[in-house]
């Protein structure tokens, strides 16, 4: 037992499934194992930005199962508003990090948890430094680009919608005979794509990884088509770019710019290349806000347990990852400086090209 501290915790940039699960994790371990007191600080850096600090008291008495099955976080979140940069309402940019800062100090945290993506951690271990915070990481994102884990809470979720979105348009594709084209999310990297495109039978797997020609898969459709196949299945990441190089991108209200799109390019593409009739389906945030996998549950469960005892050790400015069936922790640091893309000779792409499917190189 070390008792008598109050540690936080903050879910930072975009929810995911299995947020919940370490929430729940976390606060058992603090309160059940070592006496502690757990606040769940309300909607990301948000919480600890407003006077007073926004939190919730966190009982493990609440937290019951329930609580695993739940998609999204209980606490609430924000990727908006960069802490050193925030946009304030008269249009002025304003470094608010002392702010926040002091949200944690009027909190009287002896530590924080902050489950992010690499933009959320590299922003709270930025916080953490200047204001001497003890911070502990956990990896939270459906992209699962995080260095130095071979998970992120949330991804495997992501993956299990976007095959069941190709377990669902396989019949329809067949039925019409059509070319259906599946747009997943994964901001830089190809991960959902390819882990769901090999679950979910894809014949055509693009990610921005690897950079496509569409004569290679014209020559991929043509080829089935003769081999008697009526219909087919592509699976697009959203940062693909397009024929000439560019990002499919939409500027939204207030300037902001989002992916979205490139499977509405592709289809029109292999329709003009191959005579195919094409139908696109965009699956957004339908991946994120999904009942967690069991796998979700298990890995957020043992994430969350391991950094409250990394807090009973005192060891800070360590994000827990997940290596080779355990739970192991690194330096924040390396972790962030080293984003994780899809291995190009990895097991995965070299499973996918066993089984016959195109990554359009
Ligand atoms: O990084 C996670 C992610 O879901 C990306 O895959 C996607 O591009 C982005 O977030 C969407 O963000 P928002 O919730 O702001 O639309």
Same mark, same amino acid.
């Given at each position: 037992?070390?008792?008598?501290?109050?540690?936080?915790?903050?879910?930072?940039?975009?929810?995911?499934?299995?947020?919940? &699960?370490?929430?729940?994790?976390?606060?058992?371990?603090?309160? *059940? =194992?070592? $006496?502690?007191?757990?606040? +769940?600080?309300?909607?990301? =850096?948000?919480?600890?930005?407003?006077?007073?600090?926004?939190?919730?008291?966190?009982?493990?008495? !609440?937290?019951? /199962?329930?609580?695993?099955?739940?998609?999204?976080?209980?606490?609430? !979140?924000?990727?908006?508003?960069?802490?050193?940069?925030?946009?304030?309402?008269?249009?002025?940019?304003?470094?608010? /990090?002392?702010?926040?800062?002091?949200?944690?100090?009027?909190?009287?945290?002896?530590?924080?948890?902050?489950? $992010?993506?690499?933009?959320?951690?590299?922003?709270? %271990?930025?916080?953490?430094?200047?204001?001497?915070?003890?911070?502990?990481?956990?990896?939270?994102?459906?992209? *699962?680009? @995080? +260095?130095?884990?071979?998970?992120?809470?949330?991804?495997?979720?992501?993956?299990? @919608? /976007?095959?069941?979105?190709?377990?669902?348009?396989?019949?329809?594709?067949?039925?019409?005979?059509?070319?259906?084209?599946?747009?997943?999310?994964?901001?830089?990297? +190809?991960?959902?794509? #390819?882990?769901?495109?090999?679950?979910?039978?894809?014949?055509?797997?693009?990610?921005?990884?690897?950079?496509?020609?569409?004569?290679?898969?014209?020559?991929?459709? %043509?080829?089935?088509?003769?081999?008697?196949?009526?219909?087919?299945?592509?699976?697009?990441?959203?940062? @693909?770019? !397009?024929?000439?190089?560019?990002? #499919?991108?939409?500027?939204?209200? $207030?300037?902001? =710019?989002?992916?979205?799109?490139?499977?509405?390019?592709?289809?029109?593409?292999? /329709?003009?290349?191959?005579?195919?009739?094409?139908? @696109?389906? #965009?699956?957004?945030?339908?991946?994120?806000?999904?009942?967690?996998?069991?796998?979700?549950?298990?890995?957020?469960?043992?994430?969350? !347990?391991?950094?409250?005892?990394?807090?009973?050790?005192?060891?800070?400015?360590?994000?827990?990852?997940?290596?080779?069936?355990? #739970?192991?922790?690194?330096?924040?640091?390396? &972790?962030?400086?080293?984003?994780?893309?899809?291995?190009?000779?990895?097991?995965?792409?070299?499973? &996918?090209?066993?089984? $016959?499917?195109?990554?359009?190189?």
């Amino acid at each position: 037992m070390s008792g008598g501290k109050r540690i936080g915790i903050i879910t930072s940039g975009g929810d995911c499934a299995g947020l919940n &699960a370490a929430i729940r994790a976390i606060v058992h371990r603090a309160v *059940n =194992t070592y $006496g502690w007191e757990v606040l +769940g600080i309300r909607e990301g =850096t948000n919480g600890l930005l407003d006077r007073p600090a926004r939190y919730l008291k966190l009982d493990p008495a !609440t937290l019951d /199962a329930q609580t695993l099955r739940l998609g999204g976080t209980i606490l609430g !979140t924000t990727n908006k508003g960069d802490p050193f940069a925030y946009p304030m309402i008269d249009g002025a940019v304003k470094d608010r /990090a002392p702010e926040i800062i002091g949200g944690y100090r009027e909190l009287g945290l002896d530590a924080m948890i902050g489950i $992010g993506g690499d933009g959320s951690l590299a922003i709270l %271990r930025r916080l953490a430094q200047l204001g001497d915070l003890k911070l502990i990481g956990l990896p939270k994102t459906i992209d *699962n680009d @995080v +260095g130095f884990t071979e998970l992120s809470i949330g991804f495997d979720t992501a993956v299990a @919608v /976007a095959t069941e979105a190709l377990d669902r348009l396989q019949p329809t594709a067949a039925s019409h005979a059509r070319v259906m084209v599946l747009e997943v999310m994964g901001r830089d990297a +190809g991960h959902i794509a #390819v882990s769901a495109g090999i679950a979910g039978g894809a014949d055509v797997i693009l990610i921005p990884e690897i950079p496509y020609g569409i004569e290679s898969v014209a020559a991929k459709l %043509r080829r089935l088509r003769e081999a008697g196949r009526s219909f087919a299945l592509v699976v697009v990441s959203e940062a @693909v770019k !397009t024929l000439k190089g560019a990002e #499919v991108q939409r500027r939204y209200h $207030g300037g902001e =710019t989002r992916f979205g799109g490139i499977g509405a390019y592709i289809a029109d593409v292999i /329709a003009e290349h191959t005579g195919a009739e094409t139908r @696109v389906t #965009v699956l957004g945030h339908v991946q994120r806000g999904s009942v967690p996998s069991p796998r979700d549950r298990l890995v957020a469960s043992a994430f969350g !347990t391991h950094a409250v005892d990394l807090i009973a050790e005192n060891k800070f400015d360590r994000m827990v990852a997940w290596a080779n069936r355990q #739970v192991i922790d690194v330096p924040i640091e390396d &972790a962030i400086a080293r984003y994780r893309p899809v291995e190009l000779n990895g097991t995965l792409v070299r499973t &996918a090209r066993a089984l $016959g499917i195109c990554f359009g190189d």
